[in-house]
T-cell receptor, first 113, second 111 residues
Framework: SQTIHQWPATLVQPVGSPLSLECTVE??????LYWYRQAAGRGLQLLFY??????ISSEVPQNLSASRPQDRQFILSSKKLLLSDSGFYLC????????????FGQGTRLTVV | DAKTTQPPSMDCAEGRAANLPCNHS???????VYWYRQIHSQGPQYIIH???NNETNEMASLIITEDRKSSTLILPHATLRDTAVYYC????????????FGKGTLLTVNP
């Protein structure tokens, strides 16, 4: 069966520090991968999605970047965190080109101080 | 993807049916209706999806109007654990890769 791993669960980082959040999927190949952010009391904002290794689409201009170095690995990064980067970050995967559901990780709660 | 409109919040008594509406008047012929829910501080969870026929699974039923411009998610016997934000999404299948969420409906199940 397929599983998605996202870590860490919580993170407190100072302003100006770098960020690396990792997401991996098991039990499937060539998934579509997604990064979302949810600010406190707000909806889910799609940040990046990827349909294959090295293929990244960015939805909103921001202080973050994403990479997909392997088929089932999706990384969210920042060189210098801002206070406004605080939020709940969620990774998701979906089988590409099918009418199937997406599966979400448990999320990382990032607090920038 | 077609835009959806949902009420921001709803209340339901425990044990009663919860009926969550969604308007998607600009839906096109190849777009599916998906429902997810997000319990506080967790990742969203898939509930059900359909194209034009009504669908039922162990979690819920999905009723889609004949003109497909609106749908209703039905939780037949709501429990306190069903308190969550429910998202209605309309998206095409095939090569449509984006998956975007609106603000959803906060369903509060009261004892």
């Amino acid at each position: 069966s397929q599983t998605i791993h996202q870590w860490p669960a919580t993170l407190v980082q100072p302003v100006g520090s770098p960020l690396s959040l990792e997401c991996t999927v098991e039990g499937t190949s060539n998934p579509n991968l997604y990064w979302y952010r949810q600010a406190a009391g707000r909806g889910l904002q799609l940040l990046f999605y990827s349909v294959g290794i090295g293929q990244i689409s960015s939805e909103v201009p921001q202080n973050l970047s994403a990479s997909r170095p392997q088929d089932r690995q999706f990384i969210l990064s920042s060189k210098k965190l801002l206070l406004s980067d605080s939020g709940f970050y969620l990774c998701a995967w979906k089988q590409g080109s099918t009418n199937t559901e997406a599966f979400f990780g448990q999320g990382t709660r990032l607090t920038v101080v | 993807d077609a835009k959806t409109t949902q009420p921001p919040s709803m209340d339901c008594a425990e044990g009663r049916a919860a009926n969550l509406p969604c308007n998607h008047s600009t839906i096109s012929g190849n777009e599916y209706v998906y429902w997810y829910r997000q319990i506080h501080s967790q990742g969203p969870q898939y509930i059900i999806h359909g194209l034009k026929n009504n669908e039922t699974n162990e979690m819920a039923s999905l009723i889609i109007t004949e003109d497909r411009k609106s749908s209703t998610l039905i939780l037949p016997h709501a429990t306190l654990r069903d308190t969550a934000v429910y998202y209605c999404i309309v998206r095409a299948g095939g090569s449509n890769y984006k998956l975007t969420f609106g603000k959803g409906t906060l369903l509060t199940v009261n004892p």
